[in-house]
């Protein structure tokens, strides 16, 4: 117990402490998000206005394949594994994760990873331009020569995946407080739970369709190539049976940490505890009956189009229940609005509307219409950005002061929030419009009549950009110092996290506290 | 205000040069919000299956969000409202779970007729092969000789805004596909390299072109005019510069213009047999190199090296001729972005093309080559 944190670099490079290896993921997936997010901002400047001006159309492919990959690998999922280090040991009662050295493995080999994705853009032939669905064989036969290096990055991000996602299962079957039932566990551990088995399930199918590409590109291999009697449909359809659940891995633990935040600020229980976690298990289960919705035109047959659209319009159910269940918990609450509430309110509405516009996407028929327009970019940038990227940002301003000991600054956090809400709202709300209209995704150039929306939208990008410095700078501010936070931090929050001191001591809980 | 400008804007625009815009064409419109309601049945029924799924959404959204709001509105600390403790009630969770279930079930019913329209390709009266190419789309008519090659024909200036952008900008084609109004026809949709879309707003066509696999799909366009789409599956550089232009005349209309195309189709073979001379060579060959070689070689010969050489200096446009035939006919063996030309161009076409490779970015090598020495060369190698 005596023993605290190592001083300088070793603390970090050796570290097994969850919190520090909490913080560190934390931080470097705000690095990729700055990255990344500078990459769309290229993409955005570009499509300002129609004609070529800034960039040419192989270095436009980069961009929008490489801003893809950094924000879905580099930046939601290490972030949610960095909340989960931090929150999960300190919800359920833990002294730290079960596995404590395959924890500061599973961060350590990231940094590699996305150095080696990152060197690509250096590279003669340039990064991969394919998209970050890499559809063979415009990822194969047709793919720049750095496209080996992306599969051995794909390959390290997907090993430090599985080794975060089975520490987080075996720490959270092994290591709960006495009296911490698994229907007591607070909806972070559970969809958390949840999330670490679809990882385990779909990451290895991931590594093996990047594994099929090395060995065409590299070996003689046919697994994708008509001409060697392969098939490129494979492709598709072994990476969606990844990629659905994936964009599930990006989204049940937001659910967890929303169903959090909402109680404490409306002053009244979650409604509906067991009906969320049991639609949670559902909405699991569905993503791995769906994945051809993102195939509907590559010609399945018909009874193949009916089992996915059915199966997907399904999934309307349990997320509606979600959706109706934080509603209700708000309905007759006692409401304050600091900003991890306004966060998790614009979450609901805005994450509500990407869902309608993907039930409109599982309408097959209608989606041929949709399919691969800027309707579907605006679909997931509406599910992803204020479902992944704005839960996120509501759990640091939600827990920061658990973890640093300091307040934020409020005023700071609102202008944080309303910049954010109106610069994503004015990026990705025209992308509706222009999808409808007709404009085909990953273009670097694009007919007049798509003029007017898309400079709306680059404005918009460039505000919401913008906006997350006051993010960096409220944060750095707090952990130098700042009005200091009680305990409790909040008023009658649920949760053990809330029973330690703020800031939470190196090592909490060595003796596991009484759950009631 | 704005939208008042812009529609009187459409006004004079349309109202101009009245006599050099297709009548039948509408200028796009700006400020688009919405999917075009279609020139066929099926685009018809398509806009609305997707307007009635709007609608429910939008009612949910009403229901779900006014109850929201009106709780922020209300039940707020600041106004003294006390927190009720209810946390569970099975009724009301069944009821909301119900519900929603019938309401998906009553939209999938129009969904999956709408599905079995789409996939009836039976029975069509006419048949067209579609090929996407990097980066143009091939048009074969099945059952005659017409076959065709559809590029981009905006040109480079507008895109590098050297030239003001004219109002059909990147959705403009040298040759339109042409079909009948009113027949059924089938759409047999392929790939020759990476995987392509084929997609036409207003005839509610989006189709993968996938190499080794034929895709299905039809349409019949009920009103003569001009259609316009993409391709809608990213394909490499130029995905961005590969529109469709459908242009459905009246039967009569569609029967004299096939007819047409075939007579040029032969007279396109008899140019074989012609013995060209040099200055005929060089400037078919331009016309060829532009069309077919710029998008990756770029009008100057500088290519975007290393997957685009340059074939200024280059030492196939300067070495043997024969090499040269070999890379242009067959493709490269190690770049797959340097496609077999071969089958796609005619053989008037190849020898113009090389010879305008070799005597021009400063290549110089004087020589040329022939129609009939591309068949001979052709027909040795098989």
Request: glycine fraction near 8%; charged fraction near 15%; include cysteine.
């Amino acid at each position: 117990m005596a023993h605290g944190p190592q001083p300088g670099l070793s603390r970090w490079l050796y570290t097994t402490n969850h919190k520090d290896i909490g913080t560190m993921y934390l931080w470097f997936s705000f690095a990729m998000f700055l990255l990344g997010g500078c990459m769309a901002l290229v993409i955005r400047a570009e499509l300002f206005e129609p004609g070529l001006q800034i960039v040419q159309p192989e270095f436009f492919n980069q961009m929008t394949t490489m801003h893809g990959l950094i924000m879905v690998f580099g930046a939601v999922m290490p972030a949610f594994v960095g909340l989960a280090n931090w929150m999960i040991p300190m919800m359920i009662g833990a002294p730290d994760m079960a596995l404590p050295r395959m924890n500061n493995w599973s961060f350590w080999i990231l940094p590699f990873a996305f150095a080696m994705l990152a060197s690509t853009l250096f590279m003669e032939g340039g990064a991969p331009n394919f998209g970050w669905t890499f559809y063979a064989p415009l990822s194969t036969e047709y793919a720049p020569p750095s496209v080996t290096f992306f599969i051995f990055s794909i390959h390290i991000m997907g090993a430090s995946s599985i080794m975060g996602a089975i520490n987080i299962i075996a720490t959270i079957l092994n290591m709960r407080a006495p009296g911490m039932t698994l229907m007591k566990m607070p909806l972070f551990v559970w969809t958390w739970l949840i999330t670490a088995y679809l990882l385990i399930a779909v990451m290895p199918v991931l590594a093996g369709v990047v594994t099929m590409m090395l060995m065409d590109i590299h070996f003689g291999t046919s697994f994708f190539s008509a001409a060697g009697g392969g098939d490129p449909v494979l492709f598709q359809h072994v990476f969606w049976f990844f990629g659905h659940p994936e964009v599930y891995i990006m989204i049940l633990p937001a659910f967890g940490i929303v169903s959090a935040i909402i109680p404490t600020f409306a002053r009244k229980p979650l409604f509906g505890y067991s009906s969320m976690v049991y639609a949670t298990a559902s909405i699991a289960f569905l993503s791995f009956i769906v994945w051809a919705h993102h195939m509907f035109t590559v010609g399945m047959p018909i009874a193949g189009e009916l089992f996915f659209m059915y199966a997907t319009m399904l999934i309307a159910v349990p997320t509606g229940v979600k959706v109706f269940n934080w509603v209700t918990t708000m309905f007759r609450g006692s409401m304050t609005f600091e900003t991890p509430m306004l966060f998790a309110v614009a979450f609901v509405i805005l994450f509500t509307i990407g869902g309608f516009s993907g039930l409109m996407l599982s309408i097959a028929p209608a989606d041929f219409q949709y399919h691969d327009t800027y309707f579907v970019v605006a679909h997931f940038h509406y599910v992803l950005v204020p479902g992944a990227i704005f839960s996120i940002t509501a759990a640091v301003y939600y827990w920061l002061p658990k973890w640093t000991g300091n307040m934020y600054n409020e005023t700071m956090g609102k202008v944080h929030f309303w910049l954010s809400f109106i610069g994503l709202n004015v990026t990705f709300f025209p992308m509706h419009f222009v999808g409808l209209a007709g404009m085909p995704r990953r273009i670097p150039d694009y007919a007049l009549q798509f003029a007017d929306f898309n400079q709306i939208a680059s404005v918009g990008a460039f505000l919401f950009g913008a906006s997350q410095l006051v993010f960096l700078f409220n944060v750095i501010r707090t952990i130098q110092g700042g009005k200091k936070a009680t305990d409790e931090v909040w008023e009658n929050p649920e949760g053990l996290e809330w029973t330690v001191a703020s800031p939470a001591p190196y090592h909490t809980f060595s003796t596991p506290p009484a759950v009631r | 205000m704005l939208r008042g400008f812009n529609r009187l804007f459409a006004l004079m625009a349309a109202a101009l040069p009245a006599s050099t815009v297709l009548a039948e064409e509408k200028a796009p419109e700006r400020w688009g919000v919405n999917m075009p309601r279609g020139v066929t049945e099926v685009a018809q029924t398509t806009y609305d299956l997707h307007m009635l799924i709007f609608w429910i959404c939008v009612a949910i959204g009403a229901l779900v969000f006014g109850v929201m709001f009106y709780s922020m509105w209300r039940h707020r600390k600041s106004k003294g409202y006390e927190a009720a403790q209810f946390h569970e009630s099975t009724a009301v969770e069944l009821v909301w779970t119900i519900i929603p279930t019938v309401i998906l079930i009553l939209m999938a019913i129009p969904a999956t007729k709408t599905l079995y329209d789409i996939y009836d390709t039976e029975e069509a009266d006419l048949d067209i092969m579609i090929t996407g190419y990097q980066w143009k789309w091939k048009y074969d008519y099945l059952g005659s000789d017409v076959s065709f090659f559809s590029n981009l024909s905006t040109p480079r200036a507008e895109i590098d805004n050297q030239l003001p952008k004219n109002s059909n900008y990147l959705l403009e084609v040298d040759e339109p596909v042409v079909v009948p109004v009113g027949k059924k026809v089938r759409f047999l949709i392929t790939a020759n390299d990476v995987i392509h879309a084929w997609w036409v707003p207003d005839l509610a066509v989006k189709k993968d072109a996938i190499p080794g696999f034929v895709n299905e799909a039809w349409t019949r366009v009920e009103e003569p005019g001009i259609y316009r789409g993409q391709c809608a599956e990213l394909c490499g550089k130029d995905h961005g510069f590969m529109p469709i232009v459908v242009k459905a005349v009246p039967q009569a209309e569609y029967v004299q213009w096939l007819d047409q195309r075939a007579a040029e189709a032969a007279k396109m073979r008899e140019l074989t047999e012609k013995t060209f001379t040099f200055d005929e060579l060089l400037a078919r060959g331009k016309d060829v190199y532009d069309r077919n070689c710029a998008a990756c070689h770029q009008v100057n010969g500088q290519g975007v090296p290393p997957t685009f050489p340059a074939i200024a200096g280059s030492a196939i446009a300067t070495g043997p001729m024969k090499e040269h035939l070999d890379i242009v006919v067959h493709g490269s063996p190690k770049n797959p972005a340097m496609q077999a030309f071969g089958p796609q161009l005619s053989e008037a076409d190849i020898a113009a093309v090389i010879t305008y490779q070799r005597n021009a970015f400063g290549n110089d090598m004087g020589d040329t080559v022939q129609p009939i020495d591309i068949l001979n060369f052709k027909n040795n190698q098989q």
